[in-house]
């Protein structure tokens, strides 16, 4: 069975919490992401900002003073390296998430997206054809 190790993307855009939060916006349009886990600065998890967070910046006044703490997303669902695939494809699906972080002791180790898992899925179709 495959494993979260096996397709993970290891070089993550990371933002801190008191990164301005039209920094954050910067990262996910310069990237071309949809969201960017918030770390601290051992790399631990602490949140995650996603596209859906910073369009609450539309309807905020003061908002261009703000910090990515102010709009992240503090729960965050994670899973580790040894997860395996199904079970992350389980949570991207049944909770409408577009990534989810990969923890080793707590610390960001990687990401996986849902365009990982279908470029995943056709090279392993491709290699059994």
Same mark, same amino acid.
């Given at each position: ?7 993970l993307?290891r070089?993550? +855009?990371?933002?801190r ?8 916006v910067? +990262?996910?349009?310069?990237? =071309?992401i949809? !969201? %960017?886990p918030v %770390?601290?600065?051992?790399m631990?998890?602490v949140g ?5 967070d910073?369009l ?5 006044? !003061? ?6 703490? =102010? ?6 669902v ?21 990534r989810?972080p ?6 960001i ?11 995943f899925i056709?090279?392993?179709r491709?290699?059994?054809?």
């Amino acid at each position: 069975m495959f494993e979260a190790s096996s397709i993970l993307t290891r070089d993550v +855009v990371t933002v801190r919490e008191d990164t301005p939060i039209l920094e954050a916006v910067r +990262v996910l349009a310069e990237n =071309d992401i949809t !969201g %960017v886990p918030v %770390v601290s600065d051992d790399m631990t998890l602490v949140g995650i900002i996603s596209e859906k967070d910073v369009l609450r910046l539309l309807y905020e006044e !003061g908002a261009k003073n703000a910090v990515v703490r =102010d709009y992240m997303t503090h729960n965050v669902v994670s899973f580790s390296e040894d997860t395996p695939l199904y079970d992350i494809c389980e949570s991207l699906i049944n909770n409408g998430f577009r990534r989810i972080p990969i923890l080793r002791d707590g610390k960001i180790a990687g990401i996986i997206s849902r365009s990982d898992i279908i470029k995943f899925i056709l090279k392993v179709r491709a290699s059994t054809h």
